[in-house]
C-alpha cells in the first residue's frame, strides 16, 4: 500500500511534532484475509496485504493519516496494537495468516515506527502461537504478548523501538486460550483473561511469574482494561454455547484479595472493552448475534455499542447504539469526546459524539484495504 503513504507520514509526523498538546491518534490493525459471510467465517486466497492505519481524532470527524502494509488478525479480543505514550511507534500482533491455502495460526509481532516519513515497519520478531494481544509496562521497557493457541504469555524487554526476546510464561493450561491482557499502573502486576479466570502477573524487572494465590474467577473473559486510576478492572465475559449472553465485570483491585464488586449484562460476546479516559465510563462493543447465520433465531443485522457510567464502583448503562456487523474495538479520543468502533463486516469505523453519558453518532470512516480487527490509542 503505497499510494498516499508519503504524504500521510508528512501529516502523522506534523501531528507527532506538535507534541502531546495536539497529538491524538489511533492505530487500527486491518485483517485483509479473513472474512464472515452468512456466518460462516472463511479467508481470502491471495488477497491484499494486511495493514495499519493511523487515525487522527483530534478532529470532527475523524480522518484516516496513513497506512502501511503490517501482518494483523481478527482473532482474539480486539487488544493486538500497542501505541506509545507519546505516539512514536507501535506494537501489533498477528494470531492468524493465510498460508499453502489454509488459515494457520501465525505468531508474528510486528513494531512500526510512526515519528518517520513514511511510517515504517523497523522489527519483526516471534511470539507463541496465534500472539493476539499486547501489553508494555509503563515504564515502556517490558512488552507482554498473549498466546492464544499454547497457553502462555511471550516477555520482550523494549528499548529504542526494538523487542528483544525474554521468555515465555506458562499459565499452566495449554488450552486456556489467553486473551487481553493489561498492566497496573505501578508496572509490578499485570492481568491476563483466560478461560475461567483472570491470571495475575508477578513483574520484577523482566522477571514474570504467575500468583497462583490471585487469579479472579471470571466465565470465559475475553477482552479487558484497567482505570486510568489502576483501581478497577474491567472484565468482559460471555458465555452458553454461542456466546448468547455477555456481561461487563468491575474488580476492585485496590485491595487483595482482588474482588468482583459490580456486573452488568451485554448483548453476548463483547469483543472491545475500554475506559473512557478520565476513567467516568466504560464502553463495551458486543456482536449481538451479527455474526450468527441469517437464518439463525439469534440472528441480528447489527452489532452494539453499550456504554456504562461507572459510580465508584457501581456500573449503570447510560447509552446504547447500533453498529456494523462484526464489531470489534473500540477507542475513545483523548478528551472523550470522540468515540470510533471497528466493523469486520462493513470495512469501516462507527463514528460518535459523546458528552455527558449520550452518544451522537456521525458518518462512519471506511478503510481503503482489509476491515479494521484490532486497536490502540495511547495511555496517559
Not at 472463511?42 to 502501511?68: M, W, Y
Not at 497457553?151 to 524487554?157: C, D
Request: hydrophobic share 40%; charged share 15%; glycine share 8%.
Amino acid at each position: 500500500m503505497q499510494i498516499g503513504l508519503k504524504l500521510s507520514g508528512v501529516m502523522i509526523a506534523s501531528a507527532l511534532l506538535c507534541g502531546s498538546a495536539c497529538a491524538d491518534i489511533a492505530v487500527s490493525a486491518n485483517d485483509a484475509h479473513s472474512t464472515n459471510v452468512d456466518g460462516v467465517a472463511g479467508f481470502i486466497k491471495d488477497g491484499p496485504a494486511d495493514n495499519i492505519s493511523v487515525i487522527d481524532l483530534s478532529q470532527t470527524p475523524p480522518r484516516i493519516l496513513g497506512s502501511v502494509d503490517a501482518s494483523a488478525s481478527v482473532t482474539g479480543p480486539a487488544q493486538g496494537v500497542f501505541v506509545s505514550g507519546d505516539e512514536s511507534f507501535a506494537i501489533v500482533a498477528s494470531a492468524n495468516k493465510v498460508e499453502a491455502g489454509a488459515l494457520k495460526p501465525d505468531s508474528r509481532v510486528t513494531v512500526i515506527d510512526l515519528s518517520v516519513t513514511p511510517p515504517k515497519v523497523v522489527q519483526q520478531v516471534t511470539a507463541g502461537a496465534a500472539a493476539n494481544a499486547v501489553a508494555v509496562n509503563p515504564a515502556g521497557t517490558l512488552a507482554l504478548v498473549t498466546n492464544r493457541n499454547d497457553g502462555t504469555v511471550s516477555v520482550f524487554s523494549l528499548k529504542d523501538k526494538q523487542l528483544t526476546p525474554v521468555a515465555s510464561v506458562e499459565l499452566g493450561d495449554a488450552k486456556c486460550q489467553p486473551a487481553g491482557v493489561v498492566f497496573a499502573p505501578d508496572g509490578k502486576t499485570a492481568f491476563v483473561a483466560r478461560e475461567g479466570a483472570i491470571s495475575v502477573l508477578e513483574i520484577d524487572g523482566d522477571m514474570v511469574k504467575v500468583d497462583p494465590k490471585q487469579a479472579i474467577l471470571a466465565l470465559r473473559p475475553y477482552p479487558i482494561d484497567i482505570s486510568p486510576d489502576g483501581k478497577l478492572l474491567a472484565v468482559a465475559n460471555s458465555w452458553g454455547v454461542n456466546a448468547d449472553i455477555g456481561s461487563v465485570s468491575l474488580v476492585d483491585l485496590s485491595s487483595k484479595p482482588y474482588r468482583v464488586v459490580d456486573v452488568a449484562r451485554t448483548p453476548s460476546v463483547s469483543e472491545g472493552i475500554k475506559f473512557s479516559p478520565d476513567g467516568k465510563y466504560v464502553a463495551a462493543s458486543s456482536l449481538n448475534g451479527s455474526t450468527s447465520p441469517p437464518t439463525s433465531p439469534r440472528y441480528k443485522d447489527h452489532a452494539l455499542l453499550t456504554v456504562f457510567a461507572v459510580s465508584g464502583q457501581t456500573l449503570s448503562k447510560t447509552a446504547e447504539a447500533p453498529l456494523g456487523k462484526w464489531s470489534q474495538g473500540v477507542a475513545f479520543s483523548r478528551n472523550g469526546g470522540t468515540i470510533i468502533v471497528q466493523n469486520m463486516v462493513e470495512k469501516n469505523f462507527s463514528v460518535f459524539g459523546f458528552a455527558d453519558g449520550k452518544l451522537t453518532p456521525q458518518s462512519p470512516l471506511a478503510v481503503p484495504v482489509g476491515a479494521p480487527a484490532t486497536i490502540g490509542t495511547a495511555r496517559r
